[in-house]
């Protein structure tokens, strides 16, 4: 499975941006479809998964309320619509894709990464 990411950018703090990711093929492997993400010096981190095909949605206590995840299952796509962004929310993001049926949020339980698009929050 290959993972193409799209978006990312510079945006001023409070304002909003939209990742999308699309995965080759739809296999048991992208049950779980969504993004991590790596600040400069710091490990990477768990944003928020999308589940299929229940439609399920996870999101990091640090996020939560300000990103919201979604995915269109036909075109094997995930998105990520991240608002109110804050400068702590600088880091390049991962889109992940992962198989199981247990929810499980961390970076080595993924099966597939895509190339990270950097987004960068100015204060």
């Known amino acids: 499975v290959q993972l193409q990411a799209f978006g990312g950018g510079l945006v001023q703090a409070g304002g909003s941006l939209r990742l999308s990711c699309a995965a080759s093929?739809?296999?048991?492997?992208?049950?779980?479809m969504g993004w991590f993400r790596q600040a400069p010096g710091k490990e990477r981190e768990f944003v928020a998964y999308s589940s299929w095909p229940g439609g399920s949605t996870w999101y990091s206590e640090s996020v939560k309320g300000r990103f919201t995840i979604s995915r269109d299952n036909a075109r094997k796509e995930v998105f990520l619509e991240m608002r109110s962004l804050k400068p702590e929310d600088t880091a390049v993001y991962y889109c992940?894709?992962?198989?199981?049926?247990?929810?499980?949020?961390?970076?080595?339980?993924?099966?597939?990464w895509g190339k990270g698009t950097e987004v960068t929050v100015s204060s």
């Open positions: 093929e739809r296999t048991y492997s992208t049950n779980y």
């Open positions: 992940a894709a992962r198989g199981g049926v247990v929810f499980t949020p961390t970076p080595t339980a993924v099966d597939y």
